[in-house]
Nanobody, 121 residues
């Protein structure tokens, strides 16, 4: 059974940093990424990475502040979040697809349980 297990969320002050991790139970994914969902809002694309090539894409709202990366040896996905803002507060989900996927949630086959990130002003 495929599992994605996130960690690293928490409470941080505005301007601070957090690093999210997502441990995958298999390395058979073509694409992995992060989405987030704030209360009362739809799920929002954050970043994605092509696992083999390492190509990355970041949403405009996080570009220059967040960085997605992966560790092949550990089957682990990361999201380094710097210069956090209160509007970054959300549940962050690790996602994975066996094919090529981009910015639409329905393109991803697997979702983690989510980790809460709260940024105080």
């Amino acid at each position: 059974q495929v599992q994605l297990v996130e960690s690293g969320g928490g409470l941080v002050q505005a301007g601070g940093s957090l690093r999210l991790s997502c441990a995958a139970s298999t390395r058979s994914f073509s694409t992995m990424g992060w989405f987030r969902q704030a209360p009362g809002k739809e799920r929002e694309f954050v970043a994605t990475i092509r696992w083999s090539a390492g190509l990355t894409y970041h949403a405009d709202s996080v570009k220059g502040r967040f960085t997605i990366s992966r560790d092949n040896a550990k089957n682990t996905l990361y999201l380094q979040m710097n210069s956090l803002k209160p509007e970054d507060t959300a549940v962050y989900y690790c996602v994975a697809s066996r094919g090529v996927a981009y910015f639409i949630p329905q393109q991803y086959d697997y979702w983690g349980q989510g980790t809460q990130v709260t940024v105080s002003s």
